[in-house]
């Protein structure tokens, strides 16, 4: 259980991050939010790196719940498309959070990992029953740069949600077809 000053230390972290992104998520910053010196933070985090990998344990944390929450198809394809669904929601809704994941992935690509290997043992699925008509290793690798191409929209700054919405469901549906395709 976390202490009062941990969960102090952790709640202006982020504060920060949704006020200003990365950038804004400063030691100095989070003590001065905090009302903590820079040795509490040693203390409880170790750093600014390991506070930055418990912001994004907890944002996925969050991202895992919610999935749950809407609920499971049976049928693989829709899961899939939830999840794509839900995962581009998410990334658009938390914007500072996924460019933290991002710059973090860089020293630690283990947070990538996981997210792509649950990817995987579904489309591991759907290869195995027939429905998409590609090798596993294709297949996977197309979604991941997919929607990394969706996501990266948002880099842009001038394309709107509905815009990107449009062009998630135009991506998803060309890909979906393609991996479907008896070869």
């Not at 910053?29 to 506070?51: R, S, W």
């Not at 907890?58 to 719940?65: K, N, V």
Request: include cysteine.
């Amino acid at each position: 259980m976390a202490s009062d000053t941990e969960t102090a230390i952790f709640r202006a972290a982020a504060a920060l991050l949704e006020a200003h992104g990365p950038a804004g998520l400063t030691t100095r910053a989070v003590c001065a939010a905090a009302g903590i010196t820079a040795p509490t933070l040693y203390h409880h985090f170790g750093g600014k790196g390991a506070l930055a990998m418990a912001l994004i344990r907890q944002g996925r944390a969050e991202f895992i719940s919610r999935r749950r929450v809407t609920g499971a198809s049976e049928d693989l394809m829709t899961q899939l498309r939830t999840h794509w669904d839900d995962a581009v929601d998410f990334t658009f809704k938390r914007p500072h959070l996924y460019a933290l994941l991002v710059e973090q992935s860089r020293q630690h690509p283990e947070l990538l990992t996981e997210t792509f290997a649950e990817m995987r043992a579904l489309v591991q699925r759907l290869v195995d029953t027939g429905r998409f008509q590609v090798p596993l290793e294709e297949a996977a690798r197309a979604i991941s740069a997919a929607f990394n191409g969706v996501l990266s929209l948002r880099q842009w700054g001038t394309t709107t949600a509905t815009e990107v919405a449009a062009t998630s469901d135009l991506i998803f549906t060309a890909l979906i077809t393609e991996l479907s395709k008896k070869r």
